[in-house]
């Protein structure tokens, strides 16, 4: 009898999904607040929100869903998010004037307790032990 593995959607999976919902819930509201009310103060920064709020969503849906193209999309968005926590949160720390409003990634989630930066690992490391092996 093969040996059941747990999906994206059970078990710790289901925190994930929650966790990614919030975050998407999150980065979307505060993004369209910003862009609509202030986005000529930094246009850089709240377009970093939005696409971060996008990612959030494919995530949540990728992870949620399950099955092969779940996690596809859920590891297409972790690896998409966990580059750009770095290289925003690098950029972030040497050029601090072209963020003068922080990002979801700025300083690698600095602002919200750096949980965009473990979130993409954990999310990673969950698609991968649910994987269904073969032979």
């Known amino acids: ?30 993004s369209v607040v910003q862009i609509l009310t202030r986005f000529d103060e930094a246009p850089l920064a709240y377009s970093l929100s939005a696409v971060a709020a ?43 004037e072209a963020f003068p409003h922080a990002t979801v990634w700025s300083v690698y989630g600095k602002g919200y307790l750096f949980i965009p930066l473990v979130l993409p690992v954990l999310g990673l490391l969950w698609i991968r032990r649910t994987v269904p092996r073969t032979g």
């Open 54 to 96: 996008v990612v959030y969503i494919f995530a949540t849906f990728g992870l949620a869903s399950g099955g092969r193209g779940g996690r596809t999309l859920a590891t297409a968005s972790c690896l998409f998010e966990l580059a750009g926590v770095l290289a925003i949160g690098t950029f972030s720390l040497l050029d601090p």
């Open 1 to 30: 009898m093969p040996e059941t593995k747990p999906t994206t959607r059970t078990g710790p999976g289901r925190v994930l999904v929650a966790l990614y919902a919030i975050f998407a819930i999150g980065a979307t509201s505060r």
